[in-house]
């Protein structure tokens, strides 16, 4: 079978630390994968909190993650703190990805890596918006960067 291969950005333009507290650690003793998608959710909500949106609330429309890929690259565990970075690509009429890695912060080891499709979505008529052109303004270009959240 195919292995899932992720190919990363060579700049990010967000990034946040996030640490790992003990529910997010399975019977194994390391991050869970459950676990995972949740710290990368969080990192979601502080990138479109850091462009000035909230999640339902990008220009009048929401996002829905469409879909999703991940690659693991190496245990972590308690205690340690994540460095999640985060930036767009591959825009389309309807959405982009949101390409992330995440690292331990005191070794700099890769953990895992990943993106998230996502779609933009007209709440209200319950179906899929167009990217908006305020966010497309907001987005920097990979050079440039938000900032840590």
Same mark, same amino acid.
């Given at each position: 079978?195919?292995?899932?291969?992720?190919?990363?950005?060579?700049?990010? @333009?967000?990034? *946040?630390?996030?640490?790992?507290?003990?529910?997010? =650690?399975?019977?194994?003793?390391?991050?869970?994968?459950?676990?995972?998608?949740?710290?990368?959710?969080?990192?979601?909500?502080?990138?479109?909190?850091?462009?000035?949106?909230?999640?339902?609330?990008?220009?009048?429309?929401? =996002?829905?993650? /469409?879909?999703?890929? @991940?690659?693991?690259?190496?245990?972590?565990?308690?205690?340690? *703190?994540?460095?999640?970075?985060?930036?767009?690509? %591959?825009?389309?009429?309807?959405?982009?990805?949101?390409?992330?890695?995440?690292?331990?912060?005191?070794?700099?080891?890769?953990?895992?890596?990943?993106?998230?499709? =996502?779609?933009?979505? %007209?709440?209200?008529?319950?179906?899929?918006?167009?990217?908006?052109?305020?966010?497309l303004a907001k987005t920097?270009?990979?050079?440039?960067?938000?900032?840590? /959240?």
């Open positions: 079978m195919a292995r899932i291969i992720i190919d990363l950005p060579s700049h990010f @333009i967000f990034s *946040t630390e996030l640490p790992i507290y003990i529910g997010h =650690i399975n019977n194994a003793q390391h991050l869970d994968n459950a676990a995972l998608l949740t710290l990368v959710s969080e990192a979601r909500v502080r990138f479109f909190r850091a462009l000035g949106y909230e999640e339902l609330d990008v220009e009048g429309v929401g =996002i829905v993650v /469409a879909d999703a890929a @991940i690659q693991y690259k190496s245990e972590a565990f308690h205690g340690e *703190t994540m460095v999640i970075e985060m930036t767009t690509t %591959d825009f389309n009429k309807y959405g982009c990805d949101l390409v992330w890695r995440m690292s331990d912060q005191a070794s700099g080891r890769e953990v895992a890596r990943g993106k998230s499709g =996502i779609l933009f979505f %007209d709440y209200s008529a319950r179906r899929p918006a167009h990217v908006p052109e305020g966010f920097p270009s990979p050079h440039q960067k938000l900032g840590n /959240a």
